[in-house]
Nanobody
Framework: QVQLVESGGGLVHTGGSLRLSCAAS????????IGWFRQVPGKEREWVSC????????YYADSVKGRFTISRDNAKNTAYLQMNSLKPENTAVYYC?????WGQGTQVTVSS
């Protein structure tokens, strides 16, 4: 079964950290770019970060630059999003994306 499964979300205080994981099954991540998005109720899904397939070049939305780090472990067929210095406005459901595939999302809640 081809799927992406996110995990690692939770409740943290302002300034805290979380590491999200995106585990792929049924296909390999090796040759795919990977993206992280987030969405809050009533708003459009927002791009957060992505990492290229071949050379691992990373890109970030300005709002998370310097605080979030995207990475991939092809041996584990998993991508990660390390989130540091979290703020209440980072509260959202976070999704990973590979091509047309989306995970089910993981909730991140940052309390003030």
């Amino acid at each position: 079964q081809v799927q992406l499964v996110e995990s690692g979300g939770g409740l943290v205080h302002t300034g805290g950290s979380l590491r999200l994981s995106c585990a792929a099954s049924g296909f390999t991540l090796d040759y795919h770019g990977i993206g992280w998005f987030r969405q809050v109720p009533g708003k459009e899904r927002e791009w957060v970060s992505c990492i290229s397939a071949s050379d691992g070049i990373t890109y970030y939305a300005d709002s998370v630059k310097g605080r979030f780090t995207i990475s991939r472990d092809n041996a584990k067929n998993t991508a990660y999003l390390q989130m540091n210095s979290l703020k209440p406005e980072n509260t959202a459901v976070y999704y990973c994306n590979v091509g047309s595939r989306w995970g089910q999302g993981t909730q991140v809640t940052v309390s003030s």
